[in-house]
Every structure is written in C-alpha cells, then in structure tokens.
C-alpha cells in the first residue's frame, strides 16, 4: 500500500509514521506542516497527484482547544477545509482516507457511553471544526473512516501526561478537574488501529466505511488520571515525590472553551468490525520512563 501522513509530527502522526515503517510492502510518504499544509488546495492536489497514495491518513489538526475559541477562521481551515481537500483529492485518484477526529464532537450529557450513532452537539470551536471536518470527509469521499478518539497522550508532542509531570516538579500540590469524564489513549494504539484498517482496505476486503470510535479503558476523570500518572511515576523511580493532588469541579477551572462532561466513547463497533480493542491505556502508561525527555 502507499500511504501519505500529513501532520507527522503530532503525537499521532509520529507513532504512524513509526509504526508503518515497521511493516513490509509499504511505500511511505510522511509530511509535515511545511512539507505539506493541508488549508492549500493546490499543495494537496499536487503531492496526491505525485505521489499516487492508496490511503490517506490525515493526522494534521489544529488541536489547542482553548486558543481555537479566538482562532477560529484557523480552526475551521485546518479542521474542515484540509480534510475536504485531502478527501477530494483521494476520491480523485480511488484513494481512501482515514480521518481522525473528537469526543468533544459531543455535548457530554449523556448518561452512559456515546456510540458513533448518537446526536452530535459540540460545545466549542474545536468541536464544532472537528464535526464540520467529518462532515466535508463523508461528503466528498465514498471510502472514507473517520475514527474519533480521545485524550491522547504518547511518546511525542505534549499531552496531559507530560503536563502532569511537569507541573508536579515544580507544585507541591496540585487542583484537577474531577468532574469530567473520558477515556486515555495511547496515541500508538491509534497508528495501529489506522494501519490495521489501511491493510484491510488495501487487501481489498469488505469493510464498512463511515464513523467508529476508538479510546481507552478504564474511563476515569482528569483527577483519576493525574492520580495514576503520578502512582505510576513513583513507582517507576521517575519522580521522588506525588503532589498533593485535589478534585475540583469545573467551575473552579475556568476555561475559554467549554468541554463535555462526559465523552466516553463506546468502542464496540471498531471492535467488532475490525477486532481492534479499546486501548490499554494504564499498560501504556507503564512506559512512562519515556515521556519524561
Ligand atoms: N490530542 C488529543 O487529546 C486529541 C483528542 C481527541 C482527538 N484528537 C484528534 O487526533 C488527531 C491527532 O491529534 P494529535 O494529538 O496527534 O495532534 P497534535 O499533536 O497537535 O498534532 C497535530 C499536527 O498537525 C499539524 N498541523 C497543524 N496545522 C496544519 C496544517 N495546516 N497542515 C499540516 N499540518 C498541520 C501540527 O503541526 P504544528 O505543530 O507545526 O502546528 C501537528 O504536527 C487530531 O485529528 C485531533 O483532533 C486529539
């Protein structure tokens, strides 16, 4: 198969560009924001002509969910206008395209998990251009998946894990949002969620395109997660000493954009259509020694 990346060195887009090399009969081509930026119609146009990809996986977004509240024209062109660009081009030259979007596509009153049929209502800029980007991907391109995710933290780029750590050597204590609730996931487990349905595509089997869900278990609060981040980080040797850590409620951590209270995605369908499990977020973290460089 041969696959274009664009945004390859986001915390997804640096675990799929590792990951596939690791496999053989794949030609590569992984290009970042200068390499290739998504918002310019012509530039897609002309690296899809060139390089004649079987699948796009499109891992480029504007992901700063707070400063997408001022930068909206940004949002929008990053996350709407490059997805319909890159899914116009694969729909021109019989490509397919592997989208990744949001659990904040959803409001997060639901009581329970949020399966990929449920009622979309986004509560910011970010979701709202995330849903707009599903919405053009499904539009213009016949063989399209979009896999919405969640709290994603690796190796490489920043993420709440990192953000933790830092924070925790330099606070003695520390205030995390208790009352929201998701599921971690370990951005590795979605390179190879992407690849696993790339091969199945490429070896012409039967698939359903259209939206599945893909993020980890156990779902917890923020708090419950900054709690295992930093029992983890102990008992690995990574830090000497664990912050004091306090649950508060969103209102006493005001921010620009408002985030779903709930966003736990069921995973069922990815599972069952593809064998993908929710990712094992709590064995991921056990490699943590890596995301304290
Ligand atoms: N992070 C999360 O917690 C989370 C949660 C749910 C869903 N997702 C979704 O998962 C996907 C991957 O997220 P991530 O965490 O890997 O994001 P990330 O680390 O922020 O990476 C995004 C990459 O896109 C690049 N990019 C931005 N604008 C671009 C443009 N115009 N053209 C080309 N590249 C551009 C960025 O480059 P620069 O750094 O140079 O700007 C960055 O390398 C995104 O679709 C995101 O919406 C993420």
Redesign the pocket.
Known sequence: MRVLI??????????LTEQLAKGANREVLA????S?????QEAVNAAVIEFKPTIII???????VDKAEEEVELSY???RD?PKYLAQAAQDVGAAIL??????VFEGNKVGEYDESDITNPQSV?GSS?LA?EIAVAEVCDKHIIL???????E?????VKTMLRLGATHNALSIVGDQFGGP?Y?VD?AKALIQIAERISQNDKIEYGIYHL?GLPHVSWYEFAETIFDTALEKGIIKKKPNLTSIITEQYPTPAKRPSNSCLNTDKITNAFSIEASDWKTALNKIQAYTG
């Open positions: 664009t945004g390859c060195y986001g915390q997804v887009g640096c675990s290009l970042d924001r200068d290739l930026d998504i918002t310019n499109n891992a480029a977004a504007h992901t700063a062109a990053i996350n490059g989208h990744i979007s949001t659990d904040y970010y995330k980007g919405r995710t969640a709290w994603v933290f690796g490489n780029g920043n993420n709440f996931t951005a979605i993020s």
